[in-house]
Structures are given as structure tokens and as C-alpha cells.
């Protein structure tokens, strides 16, 4: 049973370009996490989504970075226009469609190293 | 909103010895604390969660207690050895309409030394 993926593992970007980061859940996972690591720093909540559907968005900056969670295919967390400050290690989380607090561990990917020059 | 405080920023033990990273939390309903470890430019990998609803849990060298009066809740690792030297993250989230928002502290960088 593959664990969730991500890619690509490292990504470099000039400023003003876009970067598009992909997520694959683990099997029979259809709820997806998307997280910002600065460096030296902890993990950051941005998104939360199901298949189609964004949940919770509250740690999305306002501008230039959406989130989809199409019904076919991977996550994408998408970052237009970049700039220096978005150089980050971004990983995301899949857990199970369950309801119960029990079922609700998150298991994170290998995450993508975004560059900004 | 939720805001979670990890102390020590590093902890450097002798192998053999005990090791404790402290977290306190500010919502008090939160409800699920798992814990991570992040090895350099690796993912951070779940290494033992506990719910509000027990105070103590433990998996071999490693045991996670909570104080839901005090809203904190501490990582022990006993025996420590070398390859326990990692990053290590607590988090605090509420289960709500179905789904964790994790809120993690900054980090204790743990090293072991032979």
C-alpha cells in the first residue's frame, strides 16, 4: 500500500513564475491536508479539502495560492506570481473518510522543496 | 484560536539517558495531541498521539502524558539512542465536522550523543 505522494520533490521557480505542487493520497484516503514548513520552523496549516470540496482554507494566504481537490487525479496546491517569501518545504497529509476521532491520524508525504531565486 | 508552545527548542542527552519535550496548548477543547518526528529532509512521521479522554499512553521507550486542567502534555523517550536525534513536533488539534486541524509547535531538535 503506497504511502502518499508527492512531486515533484524539489522545485525551483524565478520570482513571478507559477509553481503547482501535487498530492496523491494514500488508497482509500479522500481527505488531504496541505501544510507550509519554513525553514527551521514547525508546520503551518494552509488548506483542508475532500474530493471536490474545500473545507477549511483559514491558513491560505488571501492572494496569489488556491487549493483543488479534483474528483480525478491529485491534489494541487497552486502558487501564481512567486516570491522569495514562499520558499518553503510544502507536504501534505491524507486521512481516511471516517468520522471517528479515532480514524483521524494524518500521514504526511515526503513534501516538495519549493525555490524561489 | 489555537496556539501550541514546545519547549525545549534543543535537547542534547548522553545515549542512555531520558528525554522530555514539553507542550502546552490554549483551546481547551482541543482533543487529539499526536506527536512527530522529522528527520533531516525526510517527513515528519507519527511516533505516538494520545486523546483527551486517557492521560497516559505509552508504546516501548516512548510515552505521552496529558493534563487537560493545565492543557499540557509531554513526550517522554527513555533509553535514548542515537538514531532518536531528530526534530521532533507535538501538535493539538479539535475533531471537528469530520476532520484535524493540526496547529504544531516549533519544533525541539533532539540530539543523542554516543
Known amino acids: 500500500n503506497a504511502g502518499v505522494m508527492q512531486n515533484p520533490r524539489h522545485l525551483v521557480r524565478r520570482r513571478g513564475q507559477e509553481a503547482r505542487l501535487r498530492c496523491s493520497p494514500m488508497?482509500?484516503?479522500?481527505?488531504v491536508y496541505w501544510y507550509r514548513q519554513l525553514p527551521e520552523e514547525g508546520l503551518k496549516f494552509m488548506v483542508y479539502?475532500?474530493?471536490?470540496?474545500?473545507?477549511?482554507e483559514s491558513g491560505m494566504p488571501k492572494e496569489r495560492f488556491s487549493a483543488e481537490f479534483p474528483k480525478e487525479g491529485p491534489s494541487i496546491l497552486r502558487i501564481q506570481q512567486v516570491v522569495r517569501g514562499d520558499s518553503a518545504a510544502y507536504f501534505c497529509?491524507?486521512?481516511?473518510?471516517?468520522?471517528?476521532?479515532?480514524?483521524?491520524?494524518?500521514?504526511f508525504g515526503p513534501g516538495t522543496r519549493l525555490l524561489v531565486l | 484560536g489555537e496556539n501550541v508552545e514546545q519547549h525545549p527548542s534543543t535537547l542534547s542527552v548522553q545515549e542512555g539517558d531520558s528525554a522530555v519535550i514539553k507542550c502546552t496548548y490554549s483551546?481547551?477543547?482541543?482533543?487529539?495531541f499526536p506527536w512527530y518526528k522529522q528527520e533531516l529532509g525526510k517527513r515528519p512521521q507519527l511516533i505516538i498521539d494520545?486523546?483527551?479522554?486517557?492521560g497516559e499512553k505509552k508504546d516501548q521507550r516512548i510515552a505521552v502524558t496529558l493534563n487537560k486542567t493545565a492543557k499540557h502534555f509531554s513526550l517522554h523517550i527513555t533509553e535514548t539512542q542515537p538514531e532518536d536525534s531528530a526534530v521532533y513536533f507535538c501538535?493539538?488539534?479539535?475533531?471537528?465536522?469530520?476532520?484535524?486541524?493540526?496547529?504544531f509547535g516549533a519544533g525541539t531538535r533532539l540530539a543523542v550523543h554516543p
Open positions: 497529509a491524507s486521512s481516511p473518510p471516517n468520522r471517528a476521532l479515532e480514524d483521524e491520524t494524518q500521514y
Open positions: 488508497k482509500g484516503h479522500s481527505h
Open positions: 479539502l475532500q474530493k471536490e470540496n474545500i473545507i477549511d
Open positions: 483551546d481547551s477543547a482541543s482533543n487529539y
Open positions: 494520545i486523546r483527551s479522554n486517557v
Open positions: 501538535a493539538a488539534s479539535m475533531f471537528s465536522g469530520g476532520y484535524n486541524k493540526l496547529i
